[in-house]
T-cell receptor
Framework: AQSVTQLGSHVSVSEGALVLLRCNYS??????LFWYVQYPNQGLQLLLK??????LVKGINGFEAEFKKSETSFHLTKPSAHMSDAAEYFC????????????FGTGTRLTIIP | DAGVIQSPRHEVTEMGQEVTLRCKPI?????LFWYRQTMMRGLELLIY????????DSGMPEDRFSAKMPNASFSTLKIQPSEPRDSAVYFC?????????????FGQGTRLTVV
C-alpha cells in the first residue's frame, strides 16, 4: 500500500526566506509523486510532479522538489517566500504500475510573515 | 477545456434529505475520482471510475453514499439520507491513465453543510 507523510501541519516563514515543506512516501513499487497547492475556497492545483525522469523537478511559482529514493523523500522548496505563497500544500503518491489511486498526505499550511 | 466542473458550489440541506452532487470531467479523461475533504480526516478518496466503470469504492463511508457515472461526461455522488457528519467539501477530479505520468485535475469543490 502506498502512503505519504507530511511533517509539520503548519509552517511559518518570513517573506523572502527559504520555504521547505517535507514529504516522505511509502510505496512498494516505483512511485509517481505530486505536490498540489490549495488556496482558500479553491480546488487543488498541481505545482509539480515526478514521473521517473529527472530527480529535480521544477514547478510553477518558483517551487521545486527533489526525489531522493534512498531517503524516500520528495521535499518541496522555494528559495524566497512571497506573500502569495500562503496556502495549504499537499504531497501525493500514486503507483507507476497498477491502480490509479492518488493518495494524499494530510497537508501543510504555509503562513508567510511580512 | 473549462476544466472539471462541479455543481453546486455550495449546498445546505437538512438532515435526512437526499443530496446529489454533480461532476463533469475534462473531455477525454478516462478516470474520475470523488474525494471528500474535512478538517479531521483530510482528503479521502471515496470512489473512482475508469471508462465509466467503478473500480474501487472502498472509501465510500456507508451505504447512504452512492456514485454513478452514466456516461463519459457526467458523474453524480448521492447521499441519502444525509447526516450532519457528512458536512465537508467534496471534490471531483479527472485524469488520463497515470501510466502516462499525468496528474489529476480537480474541480472547485462542493461545500456541503447538513444541518
Amino acid at each position: 500500500a502506498q502512503s505519504v507523510t507530511q511533517l509539520g501541519s503548519h509552517v511559518s516563514v518570513s517573506e523572502g526566506a527559504l520555504v521547505l515543506l517535507r514529504c516522505n512516501y511509502s510505496s512498494s513499487v516505483p512511485p509517481y509523486l505530486f505536490w498540489y497547492v490549495q488556496y482558500p475556497n479553491q480546488g487543488l492545483q498541481l505545482l509539480l510532479k515526478y514521473t521517473s525522469a529527472a530527480t529535480l523537478v521544477k514547478g510553477i511559482n518558483g517551487f521545486e522538489a527533489e526525489f531522493k529514493k534512498s531517503e524516500t523523500s520528495f521535499h518541496l522548496t522555494k528559495p524566497s517566500a512571497h506573500m502569495s505563497d500562503a496556502a495549504e500544500y499537499f504531497c501525493a503518491v500514486s503507483e507507476i504500475f497498477g491502480n490509479e489511486k492518488l493518495t494524499f498526505g494530510t497537508g501543510t499550511r504555509l503562513t508567510i510573515i511580512p | 477545456d473549462a476544466g472539471v466542473i462541479q455543481s453546486p458550489r455550495h449546498e445546505v440541506t437538512e438532515m435526512g434529505q437526499e443530496v446529489t452532487l454533480r461532476c463533469k470531467p475534462i473531455s477525454g479523461h478516462d478516470y474520475l475520482f470523488w474525494y471528500r475533504q474535512t478538517m479531521m480526516r483530510g482528503l479521502e478518496l471515496l470512489i473512482y471510475f475508469n471508462n465509466n466503470v467503478p473500480i474501487d469504492d472502498s472509501g465510500m463511508p456507508e451505504d447512504r453514499f452512492s456514485a454513478k457515472m452514466p456516461n463519459a461526461s457526467f458523474s453524480t455522488l448521492k447521499i441519502q439520507p444525509s447526516e450532519p457528519r457528512d458536512s465537508a467539501v467534496y471534490f471531483c477530479a479527472s485524469s488520463e491513465p497515470r501510466g502516462q505520468g499525468t496528474e489529476a485535475f480537480f474541480g472547485q469543490g462542493t461545500r456541503l453543510t447538513v444541518v
